[in-house]
């Protein structure tokens, strides 16, 4: 297995004067500014020659004080070796342009789009640069910029009139005063790309096809996005897809915040997970600090996160059965009941039901409660004994089997390169786990299997979850039993203004694979935070993965990918 | 009670014509009445066995903790509710598709018996239209609904409307089909077309006599009444509510309510045609021993009602193109046998 001193010299001997500035962190973290000319040529050696075969992300950031913008392309590999790549790409704040890595990695796609409509940096050579969070008429304000001021308030504004768009709909408009203008922070004009109903509409080839919806108002979705099909009969033709309908901004509202108060805002990124979202942010900004976590600490968070996986999987596993059964499902319900139980042992150490707010630079909140291990002991078997029973109704029942065999199958390549993670990868046999791949807290001494499935199906994948329960019980119990007395934070003061720095923590959250890129630049708040979630990841599979089947499966296959739209909105 | 009766059939005889009409009003005024009333309870029941299935409580609070009086709380509000009609709709069909709803239920009612009256030693049935085809007519008028589900979907100009139309007439197809073969089926052993005739012949009840034949009707009761594992039509993770989307107010109530109707309509029609009907030994106490076929009736419709939501708890929805696959290549055919295996055991016992 490479490590990443040996990925930099690989590179480096590859393309002398590729890599302008480089920092090997650690045996896994490799920090390089590439040349901008030079970086498709460099991923593709990464990619064919080094195994770098998971590109895991991108972020943009804004240095407004170096006059700049930066890409930093996070590149990973499915198991080959364990070495994080973070290329960073310059580009001047004027006209920012750099090179689209779409043709190299299929998922950079949403990734690029993202970091088009809120930084303004254009990328030479993607397919589709339209808007993917923010709403049309918003886009070109570059509102993740530094010096973005804010839109004006269409709502109060008296200077707001009503105009109607070339494509028929009535919008707030707000004209311009002179002085903005020539401050130069309004929207001028709007660039000029098709709307996604245009998009959608250019698709339709025959009277016999009709666009229908699935999302936002449906009872289909977790959460709001818009899913639209094209069918032909019960045939779906061509799936679209678009976000945004949750988008809070927590990443740029995160810059605004103290340290510790960010921490609350990844609560609200993923309700149903927000342990492992509270850990990752935690864990990124302890690796600036350099902040060694007691061990007691680290023990109770497994723990909690361990729970936090079971309630998860079980509300995922539980929604997901509505959809294929209806709500007058009896066992949706067996597991909604059984959640409440986990759900009160989290309550009972963190005081909060979902959003827990529970780990801390350095430690956690508090201590475990008084007989906490007892009410474990007697609610774990429970659960052990409750999953068992699920996995067994569900290999016995013929007509599960006859909707969920080889319903939205995905083969192990196809699924590296469209970046899943999580059940939705493990289900087609690929063994990646960040608890093993990237290992933080107290996991390396732990002992767990990886489960994985063998068709990648949606049967598969709620196997899968399923499984993983009574791994995450088996991870608990030897968490109780191991869990030594001692501080539960650290001794060290946690400065208010963290030294500036930058750091990628990753988790392995319920939904797949988390990372957080959190940088300082010394002050009392983050200067950048950029999520990589899970679910935005795998949201993106969605679109090809719904292409020809029934309406019936294409709920099921959305169902089966456990959605948190308003993770992947953030 | 002798001299009662003695008097009917004599005015009967003397006013053929005017006793049938007579009939007909008091008739047609009882079953709507007992058929509206039993689909509340059916809708009651089943919210309380669902939950129960479910470890829930159901409705709890209005009228007691049974939440008896919950189904008045729900049908005021849905009959007070605005009734909102499409701007696109095809009005005069969307105003019309509950109310073919409704008379294709009344139809069925008509010819069903709701079981009957032991008196003076013979089952007295109580048949409002008592015809010598009435099995075949119940079959038919069942199938009416289909036409109801269709308007409704078609004229809605809604797209989950249309889908669910479509779906629900795939399936009604596929599925009267077989029924009409078991029916006939039970028709030929018991030599009528009759249901009264059919109750009375049951010395075996038909579910043991033609096994196959008492599956297959069975599925395709649920598949004709649109329930879990076949409520494809009405599908609400997939498309909405289906057929029934744009409705509201008193014209959903109407749909709604026919679906428990049917459901009601059609456990009796299960227990008439393969569960020996109101047939059971007359319980030796006085006035129970009069009502006693209806209790047997009643218990044997509860107890199906009670499997239906079983079923509905426990199992998951096929997709159209399987329901549609499983009627035509499997339930057909065997219902065919079913029918040959009827003949030669009918003909047999004859």
């Excluded at chain 2, 059916?42 to 409580?57: A, P, Q, T």
Aim: aromatic residues 10%.
């Amino acid at each position: 297995m490479i490590n990443a001193s040996e990925v930099l010299s690989s590179v480096q001997s590859a393309f002398p004067g590729a890599v302008l500035d480089s920092r090997v962190e650690s045996d896994r973290r490799l920090w390089a500014t590439i040349d901008s000319e030079k970086i498709l040529d460099v991923c593709k050696h990464l990619s064919t020659k080094l195994n770098f075969d998971h590109y895991s992300g991108a972020a943009g950031v804004d240095w407004i004080a170096r006059n700049e913008m930066e890409v930093v392309e996070i590149m990973a590999s499915h198991g080959a070796h364990q070495v994080v790549a973070m290329l960073k790409v310059k580009t001047p704040r004027e006209n920012p342009s750099v090179k689209s890595l779409t043709g190299l990695y299929w998922n950079a796609n949403w990734y690029e789009r993202e970091i088009w409509e809120m930084f303004g940096i254009n990328f030479e050579g993607h397919p589709e640069q339209y808007p993917l969070l923010l709403p049309d008429e918003l886009v070109g304000a570059w509102p993740w910029r530094k010096d973005f001021k804010g839109y004006p308030d269409l709502t109060t504004g008296e200077r707001a009139i009503q105009i109607t768009t070339p494509e028929g709909y009535t919008e707030l408009h707000v004209p311009p005063t002179p002085a903005e203008v020539e401050a130069g922070t309004v929207v001028k004009e709007r660039p000029k790309y098709p709307s996604f109903r245009e998009r959608e509409e250019k698709e339709i080839k025959s009277d016999a096809e009709m666009i229908m919806h699935l999302g936002p108002q449906h009872a289909m979705v977790p959460g709001p996005f818009l899913l639209d099909i094209l069918v032909e009969g019960e045939r779906v033709k061509k799936a679209f897809l678009d976000l945004g309908y949750i988008h809070k901004g927590i990443e740029k509202i995160m810059e605004n915040r103290s340290w510790l108060q960010g921490i609350t805002y990844t609560d609200r990124m993923c309700y149903v997970a927000s342990l492992s979202n509270n850990e990752c942010y935690c864990g990124a900004v302890e690796k600036i600090l350099g902040l060694e976590v007691p061990l007691r600490a680290q023990y109770i968070r497994v723990i909690l996160e361990e729970l936090s996986r079971i309630q998860s999987h079980l509300i995922g596993t539980g929604e997901f059965l509505t959809l294929i059964a209806g709500v007058g499902f009896a066992p949706w319900q067996y597991m909604i009941i059984d959640r409440e139980q986990i759900i009160s042992l989290i309550e009972s150490v963190t005081g909060a039901r979902l959003t827990h707010t529970f780990v801390r630079f350095g430690g956690v909140r508090n201590d475990l409660p008084e007989g906490f291990a007892d009410k474990c002991s007697k609610v774990l078997p429970y659960m052990k004994s409750r999953a068992k029973e699920f996995i067994e109704l569900f290999e016995q029942d013929p007509i599960y089997h006859l909707r969920m065999d080889n319903v939205g199958a995905i083969t192990q390549e196809t699924a590296k390169r469209m970046g899943v993670s999580g059940p939705p990868l493990r289900a087609t046999g690929v063994s990646y786990d960040i608890r093993k791949e990237d290992p933080i807290l107290v996991y390396p001494e732990l002992d767990f299997k990886v489960i994985t499935g063998t068709n990648g199906d949606s049967g598969d994948r709620i196997d899968v979850r399923l499984r993983e329960i009574l791994e995450s019980i088996h991870i608990i119990e030897q968490c109780l039993d191991r869990i030594p007395s001692g501080p539960i934070k650290t001794e060290t003061k946690v400065p208010k203004k963290v030294p500036a720095g930058e750091a990628y923590y990753r988790v392995e959250d319920p939904r797949g694979e988390m990372g957080m890129y959190v940088i300082s630049d010394g002050g009392d708040k983050p200067y950048r935070v950029k999520v990589r979630g899970p679910f935005y990841a795998t949201f993106q599979t969605l679109t090809p993965l719904l292409e020809g089947v029934y309406i019936a499966d294409a709920v099921a296959i959305a169902g089966s990918m456990d959605g948190c739209p308003s993770e992947a909105d953030r | 009670m002798d001299g009662i009766i003695e008097s009917i059939t004599q005015f009967q005889a003397q006013e053929p014509a005017v006793f049938a009409l007579i009939i007909g009003i008091v008739g047609a005024a009882i079953i709507s009445a007992v058929v509206n009333i039993g689909a509340m309870l059916v809708i009651w029941g089943e919210r309380k066995v669902l939950s129960d299935f479910c470890n829930r409580y159901g409705p709890n609070r209005v009228g007691g903790r049974w939440g008896i009086l919950q189904l008045g709380a729900d049908a005021i509000k849905l009959f007070t509710k605005e009734d909102i009609i499409p701007g696109d709709a095809d009005k005069g069909v969307y105003v019309w598709a509950p109310i073919v709803a409704s008379m294709a239920t009344m139809l069925v009612a008509a010819a069903i018996p709701f079981g009957a009256l032991h008196i003076g030693g013979k089952d007295i049935p109580l048949v409002v239209a008592n015809m010598d085809i009435s099995a075949l007519y119940v079959e038919a008028a069942l199938s009416l609904m289909a036409i109801a589900v269709f308007m409704a979907g078609y004229s809605s100009n809604n797209k989950y409307s249309i889908l669910g139309a479509f779906r629900g007439m795939a399936r009604m197809i596929a599925y009267e089909v077989p029924m009409g073969v078991c029916v006939i089926s039970v028709a030929i052993m018991a030599h009528s077309l009759n249901l009264v005739e059919i109750v009375q012949s049951q010395t075996i009840w038909y579910a043991f006599a033609q096994p196959l034949g008492f599956v297959i009707f069975v599925i395709a009761l649920i598949t004709d009444l649109g329930r879990i594992p076949f409520d494809q039509s009405e599908a609400e993770e997939e498309i909405i509510s289906g057929y029934n989307t744009e409705y509201s107010g008193i014209r959903f109530g109407l749909l709604y309510f026919q679906e428990y109707n049917n459901a009601l309509l059609g456990s009796i029609l299960l227990a008439i045609l393969f569960l020996g009907g109101w047939q059971g030994p007359i319980i030796p106490i006085p006035i129970l021993d009069i009502v006693s076929p209806l209790i047997w009736l009643l218990m044997k419709v509860v107890i199906i009602l009670w499997c239906m939501i079983w079923v509905r708890s426990s199992l998951f929805r096929l997709r159209i193109d399987q329901v549609t696959d499983l009627g035509w290549k499997w339930m057909l055919p065997l219902s065919i046998l079913n029918l040959g295996w009827a003949v030669i055991i009918g003909s047999y016992f004859a």
